[in-house]
């Protein structure tokens, strides 16, 4: 069967799945650190196996069940092979490490991840790699700020806190002109809402353990690149680093990625209703969504992006940080956490000043979970009410 021909939810549903274990329809879990081999002779020239195929050796190199997953989410992002690992950040710690080396340069948005934007400037540097950052916005500044030393264009679209996006094609095109690999952490969008590889980004990174596992119970992180630019990080990196995902979480993976299509709906329906309700607010002085007919990048939204989320942020008007901590422990459906991409709706007060901003800004960053927009709508008149924001 050519899965390529199915949507989505059909694809989760089946692939990797056409022969099922003794008739079982949930796939076991291979909780098995190691592999056994009848001869020496079915041993000899497998040891190290990266091809996800069986016969499987060992666990820290291949496992079964993790290589269902990992065939899943390939296979939604259009790429040839995906490699899960402990977690997001070490899936972009690996992806970062493989294509460096000693006084590279890397260009990146400034917006990115905050412990991304500390390896980058508290890790690396002591192998001599520097960092320029831009905003993102212009294709141009970024392109422009490539110098023969850069190895990498690090992108974030939309881009952490203010979702800013960024152009892609334009990027993507230079920097094969120029040589230069681009990566992209594309957890905000998920392969539903999103496929960088479709315009040439080279490596696709996920924090799998937001929306891909949806159920805020597990750490995992997902690798997608060519099977060319993919194989050296699975004989070097992951292999030697040991830190691929173990089975247990793999396999609650699987079991998140066959409800992603029905939850990213749900996501994008709340996050606009929320977004939108929020933009009417005369206590809100700005909201960043991509989702809003109002976003200032409309028109790269619709030509890259399929959907928008359940991550959103908005600036109080008043920016007295009292008032904004009144707000947020007054909320009653939202709980104050980090991380998000799970079932339950989240919240956490920030203060930022990306690049273009004249100063420090306090922003409430809401993550909208599966709870009705009404409710949550509700809890937020009132947290406003409370706080006197």
């Not at 992002?77 to 970062?96: K, P, Q, V, W």
């Not at 992951?238 to 079991?255: S, V, Y």
């Not at 994008?268 to 809003?292: P, Y």
Request: proline content about 5%; some cysteine; overall charge negative.
């Amino acid at each position: 069967m050519d899965y390529r021909d199915l949507g989505p939810s059909t694809l989760l549903q089946h692939l990797g799945e056409e022969t099922r274990n003794l008739g079982s329809i949930a796939p076991p879990i291979f909780q098995s650190s190691n592999f056994a081999f009848e001869t020496v002779d079915a041993y000899q020239g497998i040891a190290n196996n990266y091809s996800g195929e069986p016969p499987y050796v060992y666990s820290r190199v291949a496992n079964p069940t993790v290589d269902l997953a990992e065939k899943k989410i390939a296979a939604l992002e259009g790429t040839e092979r995906c490699r899960l690992t402990g977690s997001g950040m070490g899936a972009i710690a690996l992806a970062l490490m493989a294509n460096l080396e000693k006084d590279s340069h890397i260009v990146s948005v400034d917006t990115c991840y905050g412990p991304v934007r500390d390896f980058l400037d508290e890790y690396i540097p002591k192998f001599g790699v520097t960092t320029t950052y831009v905003d993102g916005l212009c294709a141009d500044e970024m392109i422009d700020a490539i110098t023969p030393s850069t190895k990498i264009l690090y992108l974030e679209s939309p881009s952490t806190f203010v979702f800013r996006l960024q152009d892609l094609s334009a990027i993507c095109r230079a920097a094969k002109e120029k040589g230069v690999v681009t990566m992209i952490d594309n957890t905000y969008s998920t392969p539903l809402f999103q496929n960088p590889a479709e315009f040439g980004v080279d490596f696709v990174l996920h924090s799998a353990s937001k929306y891909m596992a949806g159920h805020s119970d597990i750490i995992a992180g997902a690798i997608c690149a060519s099977e060319e630019r993919m194989l050296p990080i699975l004989k070097y990196e992951i292999n030697l680093f040991g830190c691929a995902l173990a089975p247990f979480p793999a396999w609650l993976l699987t079991r998140g990625l066959r409800t992603l299509p029905i939850r990213m709906a749900r996501h994008r329906e709340t996050g606009n209703a929320v977004a939108a309700w929020l933009e009417a607010s005369k206590a809100v002085d700005c909201v960043h969504h991509v989702g809003l007919p109002t976003f200032s990048q409309k028109h790269l939204f619709e030509s890259q992006m399929r959907g928008s989320g359940g991550l959103l942020s908005f600036e109080p008007k008043d920016q007295d940080f009292e008032k904004i901590k009144v707000f947020t422990e007054s909320l009653k459906l939202f709980t104050l956490g980090v991380s998000w991409g799970g079932f339950e709706s989240l919240v956490v007060p920030l203060q930022v000043q990306p690049m273009g901003y004249s100063e420090k800004r306090h922003l409430i960053r809401l993550y909208t979970g599966l709870e009705d927009a009404k409710d949550l709508i509700a809890d937020m008149k009132q947290a406003f009410d409370e706080s006197g924001l």
